[in-house]
């Protein structure tokens, strides 16, 4: 709370000056001709009036810059008589993160838990109706202060966030379901304010686990604080909790990432896309790759989702299409033929108004046309907007793009799309792949597969093949088109060079599933 009690002591000083101004002024008025009167009625009186209203009005006003940011002023003409408690918060009467601190670091508690309810509607109702924000804000705190049991100690810890711990709680699993139900409470409407429902945001931190300091607890709490969500039983759950140690990896990299690019930090590794039946090497997927100075090698598995959760995707994507583009330009150079570099979109990017002209302004500063580049995305991606992706996946075909959808199976499925959107090849998922020879369900799932991708005239491609033993039940599928380890691993872009020009060594020996493998240890032709 942002407090002016110097406005209040001048206020008072200004009063009393005031009044012995009226006095001083009316003993000589006694003695001023009448027609003097009025002037100086108003020179003293009224002028004076008129001035401190103002002043006393200015004084007691927040500023613009203090609505815009929901900042909550105390009148300094009320907190003259009524000045703040340290312990106690002036809003809704309840104890503030002192007093909490103090009752978890005083208390000898050997166990706890400390959980944060946070109204997340607060700083959105502040911007247009401050009124209604403290309403909504009060009306909570009485509801969350009906609902506690006894033992309980609740605070409000900041402007939109209240704090629940329970001491001692020899069983937290009774802790959790008395959190989960108080949740819930606090999630119902608010009636007396306009029927307003809350959005809420729950964090938990546990003593001795995460901390035995009230101060660490509740940061520890507001780095995992998210919205509870509500499951197919209709049960609120509460946010899931990770190690704390991954925890700090986690934020290590949101902070490490932004600079990744400007850094050189990143690079792309290139996994052969190989045409079995043909025997050669028909292109690439570009794989990112992060090495960090302090942090090491970070795997994608890793990084991706952070990436796409705190808004990188297009800057790195950007990235990504370029130095791909600029290796295709390489193995045009070289003479390798058509190969094509498979690079992967995000939803992000895909809905990205600009991407058909970031497309093309690439591949005219590398000097390739679309056959070069491939595009993979996931279902998911692919349902973000179908009627959009329609009309921009319309626009690649035409400037010769190909698009693949990525891990088949593993998401939407949905028959529909892949009839109205304009796809060239299905990557069924390693889910399916993986041990196939062992697994009859997922044997007949690849088939199916496969003769979905032949009536609709599509490739189809297995990625993730580490055995002969899978090789040869897909190949007998139908299967043309192989990615995995079997076949060779993620590698640089100077190795992938090598391994178009260079003679290959295979693990294993010739087959009745490929009786010319002697033609392909020749080489991999491009």
Known sequence: MLTRPSDARILRSTNRSFVALLIAFAAGVAATPIAMTFPL??????????ILSAWRWAACEPTAGQM??????????????????????????????????????????????????????????????????????????????????????????????????FPNDLDRKQSLNEIRAISYVARQELSDID??????????????????????????????????????????TLPSRLPVQVEREIFAIEKALPFAIESQQLSLAFQPLIDFSAHRVVGAEALLRWSHPELGTISPAQFIPIMERIGLSDMIGMWVLN???????????????????????????????????????????????????????????????????????????????????????????????LQNLPFDKLKIDRA????????????????????????LKLDVLCEGVESREELNVLHQLGCRFFQGYLFARPMTAEAFRVFVKAPLEYPWQPSPVAANLAQISERFSA
């Open 323 to 417: 130095a791909a583009c600029r290796e295709a330009r390489h193995w045009r150079a070289a003479g390798f033929g058509a190969l094509r570099v498979a690079i992967n979109l995000s939803a992000r990017q895909v809905l990205d108004p600009a991407l058909l002209s970031k497309i093309e302004r690439t591949l005219d500063r590398h000097g390739l046309d679309g056959s070069a580049i491939e595009l993979e995305l996931t279902e998911t991606a692919a349902m973000a907007d179908i009627n959009y992706s329609r009309q921009i996946f319309g626009a690649l075909r035409d400037m010769g793009v190909r698009l693949s959808i990525d891990d088949f199976g593993s998401g939407y499925s949905s028959m529909s799309y």
């Open 195 to 236: 029927r307003m429902v809350p959005s809420i945001e729950i964090g938990l931190a546990f003593c001795p686990e995460d901390s035995r300091s009230g101060a660490e607890l509740l940061k520890r709490a507001v780095g995992v604080r998210a919205a509870p969500e509500i499951a197919s039983t209709g049960e609120l």
């Open 68 to 165: 815009a940011r929901g900042v909550q002023v105390a009148d300094p003409c009320v907190e003259a008589e009524h000045p703040r408690s340290s312990n106690i918060h002036p809003l809704t009467g309840l104890a503030t993160r002192e007093k909490l601190f103090d009752a978890i670091d005083d208390g000898g508690t050997v166990s706890g838990t400390l959980a944060l309810i946070r109204f997340s509607d607060y700083d959105g109702l502040v911007a247009f109706d401050e009124q209604r924000a403290h309403r909504a804000l009060l009306g909570l705190s009485k509801r969350l202060v009906a609902s506690i049991g006894p033992g309980k100690i609740l605070a409000h810890v900041d402007r939109d966030t209240f704090a629940l711990w």
């Open 432 to 455: 399916f792949v993986t041990d196939i020879h062992l697994r009859p369900e997922s044997r007949a799932i690849c088939e199916a597969i496969m003769a979905l991708g032949k009536g």
């Open 41 to 50: 009625v108003f020179a003293a009186i009224i002028l004076p009036v008129a």
